[in-house]
Structures are given as structure tokens and as C-alpha cells.
């Protein structure tokens, strides 16, 4: 495989950058816009995202610049090779006049996995805006 | 394993049964309500329903009543048996006087399994809660 694709969703969030750091590492703020987790802000530290269908993701913590940055794997093992996949999330954080520019990248896809990208085009649109709703709240 | 848990959710919806049993099994329908999915209404029909987060779930059609009850498995393959789940979800219509009641039954949760139960309550109350809104749009 010499290809992939990438996904980015970006979202301007009204927020300090120390504020959206929190939620994005933060397991029990993770579980309310993103998946329930035994996430850890660790370089190395394995943890798992479920979804509330029954679905689990295997990750792993890659990158970890506080307020900044942060990567981790986003893999889904499936007996299938079609839905199997291994790709890798980065989150990258930079301060605005109003507030913080949150931009997210999964790259990794194959090229014939048009569901599973047009899916995650998707599914973090709806994450982000979860986020931003759940920043709103306090 | 002799016992097995089950997450019941029931909804009242203003429409007749035909209407909702179109969203329960017309696959482009069920995409906008549930998942992205290759479900056809056929007894033996083996399907997957996809997450936009790029999980997969494996699951087959078992039982088949038009516009009164269908049911199918919902089973989640990982390498880790804490997080595989054997389960049949099982959909009941009945007759209202503004509508239909709606029941929907997963069954198969093993007794350690207490966030896969968990999270499939919230998440069939979602679920339920998507499928209101698109049966409302026309």
C-alpha cells in the first residue's frame, strides 16, 4: 500500500486553548463527546474507545505536546481486511483572537475505503460539535 | 455462560406501523437513524452495520414479521473476548392509537459487560431518538 487518505475537520471553539486541552485529554470529559475511555495523557499508553453500539477502537498514545498537539492511533480490527483499519488522529490546538482553532487529522485510509472515510468525514463533524457543546456548558 | 443481560428501550412514535417499519428496514433509511449498513428484509441475510468511527458490526437477519417484529444479531468481533459481544436485537410494533409502539429489545450481554450495557442503553435511546426526528421529515 504506498496511498492513504486523510481526513480534517477544523472548528474555531470560543474557548481558551488550556480549556480544550482538558476536553481532549481528560477521560470523563473524553466520554461526553467523543467515546467512554481508559485514556491517559501518556506517550506509550494504550487505551480503548467504545462506542455505545458495542464497537471497540484499539489506541495508542503517540504525540503529546500540552495545549499543543497530541496524536494517537485509531485502529479497528476486523477479521475482514475490507473494514480493518489502522490510522492515526492528530489533534493540533492554536490560539486565536476569540478563543482556540482545533484542527483534527485521521489519515490512513485506504483508498478503497470510501464508507469508512466518508464515515469519519462525518462522525467527527458530529464529535467536534459535541465538543463544542459540551464546552459551552460550563 | 448461563445468564445474559438484555437493554429494553421503547418508544411511542405518531406514526402508523407501515411507516415505521419502512425505517426499520429500507437500508438508506436506516442509515440516516442507525448505521450505514448492506441490510436487506430477508430471513439468513448477513449484513454489517458501520459506525462513522470506523467499526463494524456483524449481524444477520433472524426473524422477519411485516410491519409486526423482526430481529437480528448484532455481534461484535475482537481479539479481546472482554470485548466481544453475541447479541440479537429484536424489534416489536404495535398498533397505538396515535401510532405505533415502538419496543426494541438487545439481548446477549454477559454479566461482565457492564459498559457494553450500559452504552447500549444510551445509544438505542439515540438511536430512537434519530429515528423521531427523520420519521417527523415527511
Known amino acids: 500500500m504506498t496511498e492513504s487518505r486523510t481526513v480534517v475537520v477544523e472548528r474555531d471553539l470560543p474557548h481558551p486553548a488550556a480549556k480544550v486541552w ?3 485529554t481528560q477521560p470523563h470529559l473524553m466520554a461526553e463527546w467523543l467515546m467512554k475511555n481508559d485514556f491517559a495523557p501518556q506517550v506509550g ?5 467504545r462506542g455505545d453500539w458495542g464497537g471497540v477502537l484499539d489506541c495508542e498514545v503517540l504525540t503529546l505536546e500540552p495545549e499543543r498537539k497530541m496524536s494517537y492511533s485509531w485502529d479497528f480490527n476486523h477479521e475482514d481486511p475490507a473494514y480493518s483499519l489502522k490510522s492515526v488522529v492528530t489533534f493540533t490546538l492554536e490560539p486565536t483572537e476569540s478563543g482556540t482553532h482545533l484542527r483534527m487529522e485521521q489519515a490512513g485510509f485506504r483508498p478503497d475505503q470510501k464508507q469508512a472515510y466518508g464515515g469519519a468525514h462525518a462522525g467527527w463533524k458530529q464529535f467536534l460539535e459535541n465538543l463544542d457543546q459540551l464546552l459551552a456548558k460550563d
Open 22 to 24: 482538558r476536553a481532549l
Open 45 to 49: 499508553h494504550r487505551f480503548n474507545l
